[in-house]
């Protein structure tokens, strides 16, 4: 089945720089990679997505890449600030109805 | 609009009783998925309901078990609790119950097991 890996498991970074977080999935039917964000104390809220027939989607500060040949997705988070502390996940589905296999989570600590 | 609500929010139980979560969607929404956040394991898919049919379901013994009423509201039971079962449960409703669809999760329901 479907695997998916993510690094890193924690990142700490300065208010104002960029935070990278990438993943990589196994299977190669997996179709659509959402990154879900989680606040301390409630649940996991979606970002940003992607589909497996688009490279690369931007929405303000947040952008996500995907090499399919590879299997390697990415967030990117630009201009950094300590609201934007938390886990992220990816993850990956490649299944019928909403299962998503995901990465094992990135906390964030963006540092003012 | 309300989002996900799930109870009860915490809960304390003891090896080898049982346990039910309850999971109201966002109206509207006819998939309910659930899935298991642990430190170790991350999050893991349990099952997913559609239309008060189970859908999908993942690696997990049959312990663990769910349904969903005609109201799309879902509850999901765990039979002889393990000390291993403490976690947060989650609970995500979609709307469109496909696979490229967002998922909206409530804030959990948190199972510790002594």
């Known amino acids: 089945g479907e695997n998916v890996e993510q690094h890193p498991s924690t990142l700490s970074v300065q208010e104002g720089d960029s935070a990278v977080i990438k993943c990589t999935y196994s299977?190669?039917?997996?179709?659509?990679f959402p990154w879900y964000k989680q606040e301390l104390g409630k649940g996991p809220q979606l970002i940003i997505d992607?589909?497996?027939?688009?490279g690369e989607k931007k929405d303000q500060r947040i952008a996500v890449t995907l090499n399919k040949t590879a299997k390697h997705f990415s967030l990117h988070i630009t201009e950094t600030q300590p609201e934007d502390s938390a886990v992220y996940f990816c993850?990956?589905?490649?299944?019928?109805?909403?299962?998503?296999?995901f990465g094992k989570g990135t906390t964030l600590s963006v540092s003012s | 609009k309300a989002g996900v609500t799930q109870t009860p929010r915490y809960l304390i139980k003891t090896r080898g009783q049982q346990v039910t979560l309850s999971c109201s969607p966002i109206?509207?929404?006819?998939?309910v998925s659930w899935y298991q956040q642990t430190p170790g394991q991350g999050l893991q898919f349990l099952f997913e309901?559609?239309?008060?049919?189970?859908?999908n379901k993942g690696n997990f013994p049959g312990r663990f078990s769910g349904r969903q009423f005609s109201n799309s509201r879902s509850e999901m039971n765990v039979s002889t609790l393990e000390l291993g079962d403490s976690a947060l449960y989650l609970c995500?409703?979609?709307?469109?119950?496909?696979?490229?669809?967002?998922?909206?999760f409530g804030e959990g329901s948190r199972l510790t097991v002594l």
């Open positions: 109206s509207g929404h006819r998939s």
């Open positions: 993850a990956a589905s490649s299944q019928a109805g909403t299962a998503l296999i």
């Open positions: 309901y559609f239309s008060e049919t189970q859908r």
């Open positions: 995500a409703s979609s709307f469109t119950g496909s696979n490229t669809g967002e998922l909206f």
């Open positions: 299977d190669s039917a997996s179709n659509y």
């Open positions: 992607i589909r497996s027939n688009v």
